[in-house]
C-alpha cells in the first residue's frame, strides 16, 4: 500500500468525522483534509501532532472538497522516553495491505482472491481459495495502542459484531473463516479485544474462535509513504484469552 505526494503538518481542530484542519509544515498555510478514518482517534488527534497528508493537486476541479487526505499520525509513547509511534490512519488501507499480503503468500498459497464477496446478509472484505477450501476473510484496521498493546475497537462496532457471526455460520457450513486484525503501526508488544469498549465483540471473538473462525493478528511495517503488512509477525489464536505477544 502506498502514498504519492506526501507531505508533513501539524494537527489543529477536528470539527467532525470527517475533516480536519491542519498546518502545513513546509509553509505554514492551514489547510483542511479528509479523514479517512471515522473512528474516535482521540487519543491520536490531539492539538500539534505531527501528521502525514497526502496531498491530491486538482482535486477540487475534480469535484473533491479538499486537495489533502489525513494517512499518519506521529503518536508521543507513554512509557518510551520520549518515543514516537507512526501510525497509519487510513481506513482504507488494511483492506489492501491484506490483499497484498494473501497475493504475495503471507497465508501461503492461495488463488481466486477476491473483494467484498457476498456470504449470507453480510459482505466480507476478502474470498479466496486455499488448499481446495473456499475461505471468508475479514479484515479490521487497528489504530488504537496503549502501552505497547494494540486492541480493537476503539468504539463500539455491531457491524463488526455481525461480521463474526456471519463468519461463525460460514465455519459451520464447511468453509474456512478468518478475521484478520491489520495493527496499522509496528513496535507492538501484543493485541487484544478491546474489552472496555465493547465487551460483547469481545466475548464473541472468543467464543467464534471456538467454532472455526482463524483469528489473525499482524502488525505493519508503516512509512510517511507506505504500509506493508510484516510477514514476520506471528498470527495467533488464543481462545481463553485471545491476547498475543509479539
Known amino acids: 500500500m502506498e502514498y504519492i505526494n506526501t507531505c508533513k503538518a501539524a494537527f489543529l481542530e477536528r470539527p467532525n468525522r470527517f475533516i480536519a484542519s491542519a498546518r502545513l509544515s513546509d509553509s505554514g498555510v492551514s489547510v483542511v483534509c479528509h479523514v479517512k478514518n471515522t473512528g474516535r482517534c482521540r487519543e491520536l488527534l490531539l492539538p500539534g501532532s505531527q501528521l502525514v497528508l497526502e496531498h491530491h493537486p486538482g482535486a477540487l476541479k475534480k469535484g473533491r472538497k479538499t486537495e489533502y487526505s489525513l494517512i ?54 476478502l474470498s479466496f481459495q486455499k488448499d481446495g ?63 472496555h469498549t465493547h465487551p460483547a465483540f469481545a466475548d464473541a471473538l472468543k467464543e467464534v474462535s471456538k467454532h472455526g473462525v482463524q483469528i489473525l493478528a499482524k502488525d505493519c511495517i508503516v512509512t510517511e509513504h507506505s504500509m506493508t503488512i510484516d510477514q514476520t509477525f506471528q498470527s495467533y489464536s488464543n481462545p481463553s484469552t485471545l491476547s498475543t505477544a509479539v
Open 72 to 125: 499518519c499520525v506521529y503518536k508521543e509513547r507513554a512509557g518510551f522516553s520520549g518515543q514516537t509511534l507512526l501510525i497509519n490512519m487510513d481506513s482504507q488501507a488494511p483492506n489492501q495491505a491484506a490483499y497484498e499480503w494473501l497475493a504475495s503468500g503471507g497465508f501461503g498459497p492461495v488463488c481466486h482472491l477476491q473483494r467484498e464477496v457476498k456470504f449470507g446478509n453480510s459482505r466480507f472484505d
Open 133 to 195: 477450501t473456499l475461505y471468508f476473510m475479514e479484515v479490521k484496521g487497528v489504530t488504537l495502542e496503549q502501552n505497547g498493546t494494540a486492541s480493537f475497537p476503539d468504539a463500539p462496532t455491531e457491524r463488526g459484531l455481525k461480521h463474526l457471526l456471519e463468519l461463525q455460520e460460514a465455519a459451520r457450513e464447511g468453509y474456512g473463516a478468518a478475521v484478520l486484525f491489520v495493527i496499522q503501526m509496528k513496535d507492538i508488544r501484543s493485541f487484544t479485544p478491546n474489552r
